[in-house]
């Protein structure tokens, strides 16, 4: 998973020390609902797109990026769905970080999906009923927060 230099310069810095960092993700949904979720290389977890806002970057302009990055798909924003905090993760590395997340609702626009980065191993569409069971328990609680109205309302034209 490639650390951002940002990140990088700060951890000579601050060594293994924690790190707070500002992420979005993305639930994002196909026109007949299902969900694209990556299996991530380093947990071996499926999970919503996520990333780490560049300094400055707008949230909802960092979640398309990372949607497009990691998914080689485009996407647009429905909504915003959620605003939470990730409990401290230790990394292999021994590098410790905790993320304030944003999380969008977003649709399909166009696009094949395909694991475009060497950050996942897979992406895939889900039905929302019928997710994987090594699923990120915070892919979960966000996927939850994001469907919890009438998601095929927000598709109707």
């Given at each position: 998973?490639?650390?951002?230099?940002?990140?990088?310069?700060?951890?000579?810095?601050?060594?293994?020390?924690?790190?707070?960092?500002?992420?979005?993700?993305?639930?994002?949904?196909?026109?007949?609902?299902?969900?694209l979720?990556?299996?991530?290389?380093d947990?071996?977890?499926?999970?919503?797109?996520?990333?780490?806002l560049?300094?400055?970057?707008?949230?909802?302009?960092?979640?398309?990026?990372?949607?497009?990055?990691?998914?080689?798909?485009?996407?647009?924003?429905?909504?915003l769905?959620?605003?939470?905090?990730?409990?401290?993760?230790?990394?292999?590395?021994?590098?410790?970080?905790?993320?304030?997340?944003?999380?969008?609702?977003?649709?399909?626009?166009?696009?094949?999906?395909?694991?475009?980065?060497?950050?996942?191993?897979?992406?895939?569409?889900?039905?929302?009923?019928?997710?994987?069971?090594?699923?990120?328990?915070?892919?979960?609680?966000?996927?939850?927060?994001?469907?919890?109205?009438?998601?095929?309302?927000?598709?109707?034209?």
């Amino acid at each position: 998973m490639p650390i951002p230099d940002f990140i990088r310069d700060l951890r000579r810095h601050i060594g293994h020390e924690p790190l707070w960092l500002s992420g979005v993700s993305a639930v994002v949904l196909d026109g007949t609902g299902r969900i694209l979720l990556t299996h991530r290389a380093d947990t071996h977890e499926w999970a919503v797109v996520s990333g780490v806002l560049e300094p400055g970057e707008e949230p909802a302009q960092a979640v398309l990026r990372e949607v497009a990055e990691e998914t080689g798909i485009r996407a647009e924003l429905v909504r915003l769905t959620s605003v939470d905090v990730t409990p401290m993760i230790t990394y292999p590395n021994g590098d410790h970080s905790q993320y304030l997340d944003v999380c969008f609702l977003a649709r399909h626009v166009d696009g094949e999906p395909h694991a475009a980065d060497d950050e996942n191993t897979d992406v895939a569409w889900f039905p929302a009923d019928d997710l994987p069971e090594d699923l990120a328990e915070t892919s979960r609680l966000r996927i939850q927060n994001a469907l919890r109205d009438d998601p095929a309302a927000w598709f109707r034209r």
